[in-house]
């Protein structure tokens, strides 16, 4: 098993350009989540997934939107691209509320 | 509402001596409470998670935790400090009850405690 996998490792943009990072897994996990992680500021909850079709807004959706089309993957975009945007991108599944979540190797995101 | 709290943010040892990551916790219900760690540019692991069953939880390298009910906390330890070891670490508190996240539904993370080794 791969476990929780994200696409790009590493990505530069300009302010305002647009991208979208991929994650997956393969554990059959209904709960997806998207965090970011700050120096300081430990991790922050971006969006999460209750299930396939389903979306909901965590601790700091503004500037971020996503998609759960299928079961295992859960797309996290960037419209237009800020400088507050630079971060660590996270991913993450569950397969319940509450349970422990299993954590994928990160995006490191730049925007200049 | 739940909340967690690491009460250092840095936590210097020698290699060899005792860990002590200290985490308090609030939540109005029965609590999950979890240990994670993340070494440079890596995601994060789960070392240990306390369910309600035994108060003494073991985990991966040597690690454990007691959740003390009383003290609202959930410290981490390790007999002997490894090189190894030096990471961050993050306490996690899941409050089972219903309807109880604002928007975040599920686990709140603590800030972090950066653990570093010396020789």
């Known amino acids: 098993n791969a476990g929780v996998t994200q696409t790009p490792k590493f990505r530069v943009l300009k302010t305002g350009q647009s991208m979208t990072l991929l994650c997956a897994q393969d554990m059959n996990h209904e709960y997806m989540y998207w965090y970011r992680q700050d120096p300081g500021m430990g991790l922050r909850l971006i969006h999460y997934s209750v299930g396939e079709g389903t979306t909901a807004k965590g601790e700091v959706p503004d500037g971020y939107n996503v998609s759960r089309l299928k079961k295992q993957n859960f797309l996290l975009g960037l419209e237009s691209a800020a400088p507050s945007q630079t971060s660590v991108y996270f991913c993450?599944?569950?397969?319940?509320?509450?349970?422990?979540?299993?954590f994928g190797p990160g995006t490191r995101l730049t925007v200049l | 509402a739940q909340s967690v709290t690491q009460l250092d943010s840095h936590v210097s040892v020698s290699e060899g001596t005792p860990v002590l990551l200290r985490c308090n916790y609030s939540s109005s219900y029965s609590p999950s409470l979890f240990w994670y760690v993340q070494h440079p540019n890596k995601g994060l692991q789960l070392l240990l998670k306390y369910t309600s069953a035994a108060t003494l939880v073991k985990g991966i390298n040597g690690f454990e935790a007691e959740f003390k009910k009383s003290e609202t906390s959930f410290h981490l330890t390790k007999p002997s400090a490894h090189m190894s070891d030096a990471a961050e670490y993050f306490c996690?508190?899941?409050?089972?009850?219903?309807?109880?996240?604002?928007?975040?539904?599920?686990?709140?993370f603590g800030k972090g405690t950066h653990l570093i080794i010396q020789p």
């Open positions: 996690v508190v899941s409050d089972r009850g219903i309807g109880t996240g604002g928007g975040a539904d599920g686990l709140t």
């Open positions: 993450a599944s569950s397969w319940g509320r509450s349970t422990e979540q299993f």
